[in-house]
């Protein structure tokens, strides 16, 4: 059997690295601009901000896609 590497980008990152790198990349306030969601822009924290997604599967979902978006660049740094 062969070692086939998960062509899933989402595989093997938790939640909370994906939303520290978005912090990081873009900051709470680009953030809440581009998914309008109030636990980017209301005084914003990762641990609220995980609070939140983890309970509400359709703002996760567009976390999710906006990391996968994003990860060229992330790459690049």
Known sequence: MENSKSKDPLH???LQKIVEQLVDFYGFDTLAELIKIKCFSDNPSVKSSLTFLRKTD??????????????PKLKTL
Do not use: C, D, N
Request: charge should be positive; proline fraction near 0%.
């Open 12 to 14: 093997g990152i938790t």
């Open 58 to 71: 359709w703002a996760r979902k567009k976390v999710e896609e906006l990391y996968i978006r994003t990860l």
